[in-house]
């Protein structure tokens, strides 16, 4: 008895601490979803994503090609989708001007991007040097991956996993009003992030949103195609947004051999959404 208590003992102590998987459903059946990438080189970027970020492949269904239908990659508190096509504009000059991850150390993770031939753009984005002390008062650092999506960067050496989903950044004129759209139409609170006053979180995911100069792109074939939301009740949270007024740019609809449901709206400063029923069990 007591070797088989302590054989259990092991197996908790030698168990990961996290699991990659997206966070748990809020009140309304909300939780963050997914970043979908055009990108050129599906390999690199599968690479890149397994090595880098420590995420896990899976792909669903098969084309006449034989080509998987969707390709994603499962992260802590989100998935990254792969679409092979290249973009028409890197991110930086679209209102999704990037996402973000909080990484345990940095010093480690850029030194083995840089090794692997990969850019660290902080100073083209605006910043002096290398890395940069962020909104929350910790070292942050940009890289842009192959095809121009651009990611922030933060260490946290408090984490538990390498790497986590953090954030989400609109940057666009009117900021606040975006903001406010988005507040409204799913039901969250304004919550200041560090120095950022104009953010709000869904649960896995912050939502910030900054000012910018001149006008920005819809992201609809660009680096960043669209984020994503899982929703559990996908069909009545739609039916819910109808009855708001709201416009579906792709109705609800039942995809089995990817086993999801799925629907987009455009967001009125023109960011793709897509809304997702079936990632939590990817």
């Known amino acids: ?34 970043v979908h990438l055009n990108v050129s080189d599906m390999e690199r970027h599968k690479d890149i994503w397994v090595n880098h970020f420590g995420g896990r492949v899976v792909e669903k269904g098969r084309n006449a090609q034989g080509n998987p239908l969707l390709t994603a990659v499962v992260l802590n508190n989100m998935l990254v989708a792969l679409t092979p096509s290249d973009p028409s504009m890197p991110s930086n000059q679209t209102v999704m001007d990037h996402f ?89 609170e304004i919550r200041p992030r560090g120095r950022i006053a104009t953010t709000t979180n869904v649960p896995g995911m912050n939502l910030s949103f ?10 609809q074939g660009t680096a960043i195609d669209h984020i994503g939301f899982e929703i559990d009740g996908l069909e009545d949270f739609c039916r819910a947004l109808e009855a708001k007024g709201i416009e579906f740019q792709v109705p609800y609809r039942e995809i089995p051999a990817i086993d999801l449901n799925i629907a987009y709206i455009i967001d009125p400063r023109g960011v793709r959404i897509e809304f997702t029923e079936g990632y939590d069990e990817y």
């Open 1 to 34: 008895m007591r070797s088989f208590l302590a054989l259990i003992l092991l197996f908790l102590l030698s168990a990961p601490a996290y699991s990659q998987q997206l966070a748990s459903f809020n009140s309304d059946g909300l939780t963050y979803g997914h």
């Open 100 to 188: 973000g991850f909080k990484v345990r150390n940095m010093e480690t993770f850029l030194s083995k991007w840089e090794a692997d031939g990969l850019p660290v753009t902080t100073e083209e984005a605006g910043f002096g040097g290398r890395t940069f002390l962020g909104a929350e008062g910790q070292i942050n650092a940009f890289i842009d991956l192959p095809g121009g999506a651009r990611v922030e960067l933060q260490e946290d050496q408090g984490l538990q996993a390498e790497v986590t989903g953090y954030h989400i950044h609109f940057n666009l004129q009117g900021h606040e009003e975006l903001l406010a759209w988005y507040t409204d139409v799913f039901g969250l």
């Open 210 to 219: 900054g000012g910018a100069q001149g006008e920005r792109a819809a992201t």
